[in-house]
């Protein structure tokens, strides 16, 4: 399984934070004893709109291997070109496992695999919800800084949210990095 990150418009240092803190744990190795590797899209500015970019990087690094499942986590600005890059990637044949758009906000997100969003305050959750979600969630409550998310999401308290299940037992309280290696594990397994 390969996870392919796509940054926002954000300087550098807050990917890197956001991989060792959040992600460090998955690199290299993983519950089913198969390698996950963690790859992050080196685009920077206006790049991280572009689908081909992404695209090209994807090629660049699997090759041939459009069946091995990717995981895209993607953040900001870098939502519009990756959910642009899923659908391409899977209409080539690849298998995307799920899209994660972190505070993708006004980005429509929909496709034939499973898509998640977190995001930095409740309102930014609820009318994100109506472009296209997946039945799981998270929001951070009290709300922060849109860059905390990317920056250091172990420290961002929040709720899971599941649209499935329209009562307040349906939620459950964590920190955004626990919800991503709850999705990760899960989508792991399968």
């Known amino acids: 399984m390969s996870i392919i990150i796509c940054p926002g418009i954000h300087d550098s240092d807050l990917t890197e934070s956001f991989v060792s803190g959040c992600l460090g744990a ?5 519950i089913s004893q198969k390698p996950v590797e963690i790859f992050v899209v080196p685009v920077a500015g206006v790049l991280t709109l572009s689908s081909l970019h992404i695209l090209q990087f994807l090629h660049d690094r699997l090759g041939n291997k459009l069946k091995s499942p990717v995981i895209f986590i993607s953040f900001s600005a870098g939502v519009v070109g990756a959910i642009a890059a899923a659908w391409q990637w899977q209409n080539w044949g690849g298998h995307v496992k799920a899209f994660i758009a972190i505070d993708g906000w006004g980005v429509p997100l929909w496709g034939n695999f499973p ?4 995001s930095h305050d409740y309102f930014t959750h609820w009318s994100s919800l109506l472009l296209g979600s997946g039945q799981t969630n998270f929001y951070a409550e009290p709300p922060v800084e849109h860059l905390t998310m990317w920056r250091s999401p172990q420290t961002v308290q929040g709720w899971r949210s599941d649209s499935s299940v329209e009562n307040a037992t349906s939620k459950i309280r964590l920190t955004a990095s626990e919800f991503l290696h709850s999705l990760l594990r899960n989508y792991e397994a399968k």
């Not at 998955?26 to 993983?30: A, H, L, M, Q």
């Open 26 to 30: 998955f690199s290299g190795s993983s």
């Open 115 to 118: 898509i998640h969003r977190l």
